[in-house]
């Protein structure tokens, strides 16, 4: 290996911690996104638990140094398990003022505060909308301020380069990322192999990136800024081979393993929409698995394109966010109706309308359990990690094909582009989807039941002897010629309507975390399975006894909830929205279900359920 990708010994005193926080924040092109997501693979390979938290700007081109072109990534690492992105911050790197102001109030009293002092001008300062110089006039007395001049550093590094000052400039958040790897005594070695991996074709660009990085990690050893540089011991995880992926990568990933274990070809019918958009992308590079992707004009297409797919014999599914999904109704109606196999993934974000675009936000469940017209349940079902929505994709498409239905998950912008550790598993680890074809023209009958699971029989067009059609028409029971008389239309509706509800016998029965009975009940679904877990665990060592139920199931619910929450003395149901699960909860048992309700386009701090559980139990 090259001199350049050494990384230099400390010298400085070196303390064991267990865990930190630590947030990049900047203007949207600094390479905040990059810089976090190299520093989250680095600590990922040495060992590290995870959990991130990406924030984008809503705006695609703000002006440049303003508030709301602020990006921020935020990625919580330790050495025992981790349930969330951190609620406050232990190092902050701010490279601008918008950055500093957006993001200071998370900032640990004492924490490190690492600024790029040559953004602090004067003009700066006015887009960030400040009139003093907080570098200057002691308001960050609190914490442990290091202010470096990274732009200048940099451009010092790259000077004999012959770049511009331009291209020298895009490599100061290396110079950064480089400093955090001193700080806490991690390998540059990742993120050179990176950069020539993503440079191959620009050496020149792909040395400076190197440099800039190696001149930060220096620039700590050199100077001795830091008194102190952390050690995070790697984490006790299960056994396995691990990796580090988004939800988004996630569910890709389990409807390629879904479509190789029923040996269906993947085909994903899609119109690009934030934060779903990923999926399309990493699905395209499946090809060699048959995954056919298709980008769509339009939403309504998308949906429709699905139905084509399914009835075509394809494992189909459709992404979207919440206001996708609204276009995508009266198609799904159609899905309803022809009861046909697919999956629509709806990545929620804050809404209504455009809304917030990059956050997240639960407020799609009453959308997804009865936005269509008429009688059209479908099932839902929703991942709770990154590393979960495999698993939930996988699910998905084991129910859409048994039971012949659309089937709705539901993941948010939080799991969406967030990270975690993810355990490869093993083959047999990945339930069987069998799938069979309508083959028989003597007993083929396009809507002649299953007994057990009432799915209808799915013919390939083109199958000698099965020709029969479909639409949005109702249809005859059995037959599935097209019919209107009333007493036929109701059987229909209360099949469809059963085979969704049956779907609760051939799913697992809710079973508490924590204490099975007790004083409280947290339901949950959802992204805010990690937060709830980080604040259960410390008020039950506290010596309340509490249970939590997270629901990757949300139509049909587990057939023995009712009972489950009826051994606790209240239940909490926290949610990203004004209460919807609290409603269906409250509709469906008659209980009375309190809610803890969050719509700020954020997930929920660990702090903010601790003090709503010692509100309810008492301190």
């Keep these: 290996m090259s001199t350049l990708a050494e990384t230099p010994l400390a010298k400085s005193k070196r303390e064991v911690i267990e865990q930190a926080v630590i947030r990049f924040a900047g203007d949207s092109g600094d390479g905040m996104q990059i810089t976090g997501s190299q520093f989250t693979n680095t600590v990922a390979l040495y060992g590290n638990d995870i959990a991130t938290f990406p924030d984008y700007p809503a705006e695609i081109r703000a002006p440049a140094g303003t508030l709301p072109g602020v990006s ?3 990625l919580h690492f330790s050495s025992s398990e981790v349930y969330t992105p951190g609620d406050a911050v232990d190092v902050l790197i701010a490279m601008n003022p918008a950055a500093l102001k957006m993001n200071l109030a998370d900032l640990k009293a004492n924490g490190i505060l690492i600024v790029n002092s040559d953004a602090f001008k004067e003009g700066d300062l006015r ?48 110079f950064a990322l480089g400093m955090c790897y001193w700080l806490y005594n991690r390998s540059m070695d990742p993120t050179f192999r990176w950069i020539d991996e993503k440079f191959s074709k620009k050496p020149l660009v792909a040395e400076a990136n190197k440099l800039a990085l190696k001149a930060g990690y220096s620039y700590c050893e050199a100077t001795e800024a830091f008194q102190v540089s ?134 799609d469940l009453l959308q997804a359990l009865f936005g269509r017209n008429s009688e059209a349940p479908i099932p839902v079902l929703a991942a709770s990690t990154p590393a979960d929505c495999f698993w939930v ?18 993941t948010d912008g939080y799991l969406a582009n967030g990270s975690g550790p993810w355990r490869i598993p093993e083959i047999e680890d990945i339930p069987a989807i069998p799938v069979s074809f309508a083959t028989d023209p003597a007993t083929y ?52 309507a059963a085979k969704v509800a049956g779907i609760a016998q051939d799913i697992p029965d809710a079973v508490p975390e924590g204490d099975a009975e007790g004083d409280l009940l947290i339901i949950g679904w959802g992204s805010t399975c990690g937060s709830i877990t980080a604040a259960v665990k410390p008020q039950r060592a506290k010596g309340r006894r509490i249970g939590h139920v997270h629901l990757r199931h949300l139509n049909p619910l587990p057939k023995n909830l009712g009972e489950v929450m009826k051994r606790y003395k209240k239940v909490l149901v926290p949610e990203l929205n004004m209460g919807q699960l609290l409603w269906v909860l409250r509709a469906k048992y008659l209980v009375d279900a309190i809610g803890l309700n969050k719509i700020q386009g954020r997930p929920f701090k660990q702090n903010e359920l601790e003090v709503k559980i010692e509100e309810l139990l008492g301190v």
């Design 72 to 74: 921020g990534y935020q």
């Design 445 to 496: 009958e396009p809507y002649k039941r299953d007994p057990q699971t009432l799915a209808r029989p799915w013919a390939v067009p083109g199958t000698p002897g099965l020709e029969h059609r479909i639409g949005g028409l109702e249809k005859k029971d059995g037959s599935g010629n097209i019919n209107y008389e009333p007493l036929n239309h109701e059987n229909m509706v209360r099949i469809r």
């Design 230 to 363: 952390y050690e995070i011991p790697p984490a006790k995880l299960e056994k396995g081979f691990y990796r580090s992926l988004s939800g988004n990568q996630a569910l890709a990933l389990g409807f390629v393993t879904a479509a190789q274990k029923s040996g269906l070809t993947l085909f994903l019918g899609s119109y690009p929409i934030t934060p779903a958009s990923d999926i399309l992308h990493e699905l395209s590079q499946y090809k060699n698995f048959g995954v056919m992707t298709f980008q769509a004009e339009d939403e309504i297409a998308a949906m429709t394109s699905t139905i084509g797919a399914s009835y075509a014999g394809a494992l189909a599914l459709t992404t979207t966010s919440g206001p996708g999904m609204a276009l995508k109704t009266e198609a799904m109606g159609l899905a309803v109706m022809t009861e046909l196999p697919m999956v629509i993934v709806d990545v929620q974000r804050g809404g209504p309308s455009t809304g917030l675009p990059t956050k997240t936000e639960q407020a």
């Design 127 to 174: 887009k960030a909308q400040m009139t003093s110089n907080p570098l200057e006039d002691h308001s960050l007395d609190k914490y442990r301020l290091f202010s470096v001049e990274a732009q200048r550093l940099t451009r010092a590094a790259l000077q004999h380069l012959g770049i511009d000052a331009k291209a020298m400039d895009r490599c100061k958040n290396f």
């Design 393 to 410: 994709a996988v699910e998905a498409c084991r129910i859409a094909l048994k039971y012949m239905v659309p089937v709705i998950v539901l």
